[in-house]
């Protein structure tokens, strides 16, 4: 079974700072890596999805790598903003069964 | 929007009573998703309908029934719920292996 986890669970950092969350998955069998923002009590919006065959997808300030030999992802954001406040989660598509695996999220706070 | 339209967006209910959520796409999505979110909880699979068919229920209770009439919409209907089952419900779509896309949600409370 893929286990997806997410370090770390919560991060607190000033507005400018670049940061790096990350995402690791025991099963490196996989189709795609995808990251999500989730604001407090709504649903997740998709923020990057990554190709088993691509390495990274960037996206305005946001930067996603992927190493599936190691089973690693990271979500690299730049200039951080309060707005970026959030839960990030990763998601990880299977070669097989039809469904994505979730980690637990990082909740960040970007401080003004 | 983002192409996955869940109603309603909030829901209070009693034990003893029976709504349904609705989820409704237009993406041209083959595969659609119900997910429960619970307070400092990772998100849960529910069910899993693949062009129609059920292809995965994940040892959900019979109190949670879903049903998909076609591509485009899926329901979840809840009859007899406990407290402990308030939680946000999202639903999902895919198209193959490219990704998901969600739904804003319906935050349940179960009275």
């Known amino acids: 079974k893929q286990e997806v986890t997410q370090i770390p669970a919560a991060l607190s950092v000033p507005e400018g700072e670049n940061l790096v969350l990350n995402c690791s998955f025991t099963?490196?069998?996989?189709?795609?890596l995808q990251w999500f923002r989730q604001d407090p009590g709504k649903g997740l919006t998709s923020l990057l999805l990554?190709?088993?065959?691509?390495r990274e997808q960037t996206s305005g300030r946001l930067n996603a790598s992927l190493d599936k030999s190691s089973g690693r992802s990271t979500l690299y954001i730049a200039a951080s903003q309060p707005g970026d406040s959030a839960t990030y989660l990763c998601?990880?598509?299977?070669?097989?069964?039809?469904?994505?695996?979730f980690g637990t999220g990082t909740s960040l706070t970007v401080i003004p | 929007e983002t192409g996955v339209t869940q109603t309603p967006r909030h829901l209070v209910m009693g034990m003893t009573n029976k709504k349904s959520l609705k989820c409704e796409q237009h993406?041209?999505?083959?595969?659609m998703y119900w997910y429960k979110q619970s307070a400092k909880k990772p998100l849960e699979l529910m069910f899993v309908?693949?062009?129609?068919?059920?292809?995965e229920n994940n040892s959900v209770p019979s109190r949670f029934s879903p049903e998909c009439p076609n591509s485009s919409h899926l329901f979840l209907h809840l009859h007899t719920l406990q407290p402990e089952d308030s939680a946000l419900y999202l639903c999902?779509?895919?198209?193959?292996?490219?990704?998901?896309?969600f739904g804003s949600g319906t935050r349940l409370t179960v009275v």
């Open positions: 999902a779509s895919s198209q193959a292996n490219y990704g998901y896309t």
């Open positions: 099963d490196s069998a996989i189709y795609n």
């Open positions: 990554i190709q088993s065959s691509q």
């Open positions: 998601a990880v598509f299977r070669n097989t069964g039809n469904q994505f695996y």
């Open positions: 993406l041209g999505h083959n595969a």
């Open positions: 309908y693949n062009f129609k068919e059920q292809t």
